[in-house]
T-cell receptor, first 117, second 111 residues
Framework: GAVVSQHPSWVICKSGTSVKIECRSL??????MFWYRQFPKQSLMLMAT?????????EQGVEKDKFLINHASLTLSTLTVTSAHPEDSSFYIC?????????????FGEGSRLTVL | GENVEQHPSTLSVQEGDSAVIKCTYS??????FPWYKQELGKRPQLIID???NVGEKKDQRIAVTLNKTAKHFSLHITETQPEDSAVYFC??????????WGAGTKLIIKP
């Protein structure tokens, strides 16, 4: 199946700094990627939909200036957590769909566990 | 918009027994229903999916059934094994390709 790679897997940063997470589709082109946040023992919470070549679509309650998303190419989307605070500590997962053939399997990256001190 | 409800939140079964997890959805236009398995600290992995033109699909010990009239779909795992222990998520998808997720079910297989 298709492969989505996410980097870094783990990141620890100081409060007030910014952290960038990369999501790459390795063997297919993804015009759309999805960014999720997952708290312990909870479901996946969609944060935003990343669209190649245009602005991301953010879900209600997600601050677009806080979570900057850039989808500059058909294989790369980035999420930047700006001025991170301890409450931003979470598991962030990206996903993408290989749209050839219509709606189908959503492939996930490995996830990035962010800890803000 | 679409809303997906998943039950139960936790399910504990004896090894070798069957497990059933149920989901309901609200939008009759949804046409794709996947089930994902997520082990602790890992990414969700697709285990089975079904489209709206099919009522049932089976893959070895795993099966999914879909009732479009009632707008619910279920995951069935037979002959459960310890490695089946994980969190399972159902989802529903509209034609815009975005998945709406259930809250998840933690499946515990007791030895």
């Amino acid at each position: 199946g298709a492969v989505v790679s996410q980097h870094p897997s783990w990141v620890i940063c100081k409060s007030g700094t910014s952290v960038k997470i990369e999501c790459r589709s390795l063997d297919f082109q993804a015009t759309t990627m999805f960014w999720y946040r997952q708290f312990p023992k909870q479901s996946l919470m969609l944060m935003a939909t990343s669209n190649e070549g245009s602005k991301a679509t953010y879900e209600q309650g997600v601050e677009k200036d806080k979570f900057l998303i850039n989808h500059a190419s058909l294989t790369l989307s980035t999420l930047t957590v700006t001025s991170a605070h301890p409450e931003d500590s979470s598991f962030y997962i990206c996903s993408a769909r290989d749209l050839a053939g219509g709606p189908g399997e959503l492939f996930f990256g490995e996830g990035s566990r962010l800890t803000v001190l | 918009g679409e809303n997906v409800e998943q039950h139960p939140s936790t399910l504990s079964v004896q090894e070798g027994d069957s497990a059933v997890i149920k989901c309901t959805y609200s939008d009759s236009a949804s046409n794709y229903f996947p089930w994902y398995k997520q082990e602790l600290g890992k990414r969700p992995q697709l285990i089975i999916d079904i489209r709206s033109n099919v009522g049932e699909k089976k893959d070895q010990r795993i099966a999914v059934t879909l009732n479009k009239t009632a707008k619910h779909f279920s995951l069935h795992i037979t002959e459960t094994q310890p490695e089946d222990s994980a969190v399972y998520f159902c989802a529903a998808s509209l034609s815009n390709y975005q998945l709406i997720w259930g809250a998840g079910t933690k499946l515990i297989i007791k030895p």
